[in-house]
């Protein structure tokens, strides 16, 4: 079962987040710009969500030992680390460059302390002071926090069903908040952290597996897409409106259970977005190559060349790193990433290619 809404959904959200950050290099109308899609900010938590809800869909049943939960990380792994590194040394290399050069406005010196824990992907577990080198891979740190803890929500819902899986939750949920009132989080809440965003993508990992168990029951039966639209629509409203984060996930909740149940129910009813998929599928792609392109785009080009000779309008240039950062994720998957994600899977059993070298991310 492929969900090919959950991906146009994430393409989406992946193309917005992008257009977030690169809207701060803007010579106008960036801080209410920024201000507008920063209202925007739980579709991270829908990302986390939806690979909570796949992994859970195709790995629970398949996790009955410590051998197949190894098999599980080291296909996780050679899906998402190889880029991650590759992207991280990127980063790296031009922070070195920065040093070297005595760049002042460059803060080298913390990207390159921070390396370590981007390298063992431990920095979205508050290794680190803040953000740094690539940007937006604290949720691959994020994503293997998550599928590390992975069993806890295969052995809750073995063993004491959706409610067991609830409660978990609920103790988690309790625990961040406790955390929060503490001031633990540098962002002030768990639902906006980012450098310690590992602990808020696990209570929204879980909510994913829950919503899987779900549906899997069919504990509603559901033909229509019409709910999950309706639901989806009203989930942007309320980020819009700043309505509160418990309502906001409440509806996200409700348009993945209502679009996944519509959608196992009748397979082929989205089969006119098929030719969607080849750009939906590279989500992953975008969001962590995006950061790339705006350095040479933006960084680089615009502060430094095309800004200063008001060669073009930055809202008509702002378009060339967005379609480059498509193409980068595009030419990424099928050129790059299989042969990294084999180099780290090792050989395949049986004469099968690891599930890890799709382009189609979980």
Not at 24 to 30: F, K, L, M
Not at 40 to 45: A, G, I, K, N, R
Not at 141 to 148: D, K, L
Not at 230 to 250: E, G, N
Request: charged share 15%; proline share 6%; net charge positive.
């Amino acid at each position: 079962m492929h969900y090919r809404i959950f991906d146009c959904w994430r393409f989406l959200a992946a193309l917005l987040i992008m257009a977030y950050h690169f809207v701060y290099s803007a010579p106008y109308g960036a801080q209410a710009g920024a201000d507008f899609l920063h209202r925007l900010l739980p579709l991270l938590d829908m990302f986390f969500m939806i690979s909570g809800y796949l992994i859970t869909t195709r790995y629970a049943e398949k996790l009955t030992s410590f051998s197949s939960y190894g098999t599980f990380l080291r296909r996780r792994v050679a899906r998402l680390y190889p880029l991650h590194v590759l992207i991280t040394l990127f980063f790296a290399a031009v922070a070195v460059f920065a040093m070297l050069i005595g760049a002042p406005h460059y803060g080298w010196r913390h990207d390159l302390e921070a390396l370590p824990a981007h390298l063992l992907v431990l920095h979205a577990l508050g290794t680190t002071d803040g953000l740094a080198l690539n940007y937006v891979s604290w949720s691959i740190s994020a994503e293997f926090f998550s599928y590390a803890l992975f069993p806890v929500v295969v052995l809750s819902l073995r063993r004491w069903g959706l409610r067991g899986l609830l409660l978990v939750l609920a103790v988690w949920i309790g625990a961040l908040e406790l955390a929060s009132w503490w001031g633990v989080f540098p962002s002030g809440h768990w639902t906006t952290a980012d450098s310690m965003g590992a602990y808020r993508a696990f209570a929204d990992f879980m909510i994913g597996g829950f919503l899987a168990e779900v549906v899997r029951r069919r504990l509603v039966r559901l033909n229509s897409h019409w709910p999950g639209v309706v639901l989806i629509v009203a989930a942007v409203a309320a980020m819009l409106l700043r309505l509160s984060y418990p309502l906001v996930f409440s509806l996200l909740a409700a348009a993945l259970t209502t679009t996944a149940l519509a959608e196992t129910e009748a397979p082929d009813s989205t089969a006119f977005l098929e030719p969607l998929m080849p750009l939906a599928r590279v989500s992953f792609g975008i969001y962590i190559w995006h950061p790339v392109m705006e350095f040479f785009f933006l960084t680089v080009l615009w502060d430094r060349i095309v800004g200063p000779m008001n060669l073009v309008g930055f809202y008509v240039y702002w378009t060339l790193p967005m379609i480059a950062s498509i193409a980068a994720a595009l030419l990424s998957a099928r050129y790059l990433e299989p042969p990294l994600a084999r180099l780290v899977a090792g050989p395949s059993r049986r004469g099968r290619q690891p599930e890890a070298v799709s382009v189609a991310p979980a």
